[in-house]
């Protein structure tokens, strides 16, 4: 667990088939600072060179995802902060593949590194 500025981090979470996984969230209220947040995450090299940022947040506006190339997992992530009832807060899922396709357990990956954070914060 550490803190890249101001976000809670938890890297290396997860691995399955050499994909590994952390999770990332800070206070989030509008799509600028959500913007601003991932900014300042992918500053972090190792974050930077990640193959998925996917993200979600819901904010003053609403309801706001970002799959980053992995296609649906935006939608779990919001989900997840939608039963949890977690306003104003972004969580980033980061993935670097690991040469092999995960197919649906992608989204129990994503799933997990959710939960994993909900409980660390």
């Known amino acids: 667990m550490q ?10 979470i997860i691995s399955d088939r050499g ?7 800070a206070p989030c209220r509008t799509i600028d600072e959500a913007r601003a947040l ?12 990640a193959t998925h940022n996917t ?7 609403g309801p706001v995802k970002n799959d980053d190339g992995e296609s649906g997992a935006g939608m779990v992530i ?5 039963r949890e009832g977690l306003h104003n807060h972004l969580v980033v899922v980061t993935r670097w593949f ?5 197919g649906g357990d992608r ?8 939960r994993i954070y909900l409980d660390a914060r």
Request: some cysteine; overall charge positive.
């Open 55 to 61: 993200w979600s947040f819901i904010g003053e506006a």
């Open 98 to 102: 690991g040469g092999k396709h995960l």
């Open 78 to 82: 919001l989900r997840m902060l939608e």
């Open 3 to 12: 803190n890249i500025l101001g976000m809670l981090t938890l890297e290396n």
């Open 19 to 25: 994909s590994k996984y952390a999770v990332s969230g």
């Open 107 to 114: 989204f129990h990956n994503v799933q997990e590194a959710v």
């Open 38 to 49: 991932i900014k300042e995450l992918c500053r972090t090299k190792k974050f930077a060179k």
